[in-house]
């Protein structure tokens, strides 16, 4: 389906490795110009992901005011929406877009030797062969493999990290599920990276790397300026009366 995502990042990494020599090294070069390329969809994503959170005490509030009535809570909502120059999907479509290139990237790391005949895949001797596993490695003995065992855990860990780190966004009930949830998707990317090749490894370790800079040094400081301007826009918006009015009956006539 993406087969021309992946010819056109084969491309790239063909042209970075003329120059970079190693392939690991190569591999982070594109994650990087990957990363930066996808970097003004994260902020779209986030200041939208801002936005809902301080809509939603009133999203709430209409879902509740109008729980007997669901057309009109249906209209209410639309109208809010549209009121607030507001879509409920505006932080998925840039996660939508991405995640082609994402999977295509994947593919191609996955599949180097079929894309690149005859190369040995190495990053800098620290990772001798980018295309064998940490299940093909420790039969070996744990000196062979504990640099894929380093990559498999910086794999968990930094699946785990970002997860957490949005969890201070979220209170309560909310918080606690996002951090449960966390720890099982860790443990999870434990049983799916025992198998992955190391250059798939590398790939999301540094990509994951790079996820958790920019939520520390980007994410959060758009999140938190997206907020502020949305509270300050709601604060100063017009007070809205829901006004019903009354059917007055006709004032009966005085017998004469």
């Known amino acids: 389906m993406w087969d021309w995502i992946v010819n056109v990042l084969f491309q790239i990494l063909a042209l970075i490795q003329q120059f970079a020599v190693d392939w690991g090294l190569s591999i982070i070069i594109l994650v990087v110009i990957i990363r930066l390329l996808l970097t003004p969809l994260m902020i779209k994503s986030s200041k939208s992901t801002a936005r809902m959170q ?127 949830t966390a720890i099982i998707m860790s443990v999870f990317m434990l049983f799916i990276g025992w198998s992955l090749p190391a250059g798939v490894l590398l790939y999301y370790d540094v990509s994951s790397a790079w996820q958790v800079a920019q939520q520390i040094f980007v994410t959060q400081k758009v999140i938190d300026k997206a907020k502020a301007e949305e509270e300050e826009r709601m604060a100063n918006a017009p007070i809205e009366v829901d006004v019903v009015r009354r059917e007055h009956k006709p004032r009966p006539h005085k017998k004469k």
């Open 54 to 180: 301080v809509l939603t005490p009133k999203i709430q509030e209409i879902q509740e005011r109008y729980a007997d009535d669901p057309q009109r809570q249906s209209q209410e909502m639309q109208k809010f929406y549209a009121e607030n120059k507001f879509s409920p999907f505006g932080g998925c479509l840039p996660l939508l877009i991405q995640m082609p290139i994402l999977c295509a990237l994947f593919t191609l790391l996955q599949h180097l030797g079929d894309y690149f005949d005859g190369e040995t895949f190495s990053f800098y001797g620290i990772l001798p062969n980018l295309q064998t596993s940490v299940a093909a490695t420790l039969p070996q003995g744990f000196g062979v493999a504990a640099p894929y065992v380093v990559a498999l855990l910086l794999f968990a860990i930094l699946t785990l990290i970002p997860q957490l780190y949005m969890s201070r966004n979220q209170t309560g009930a909310q918080a606690q599920t996002m951090k449960t």
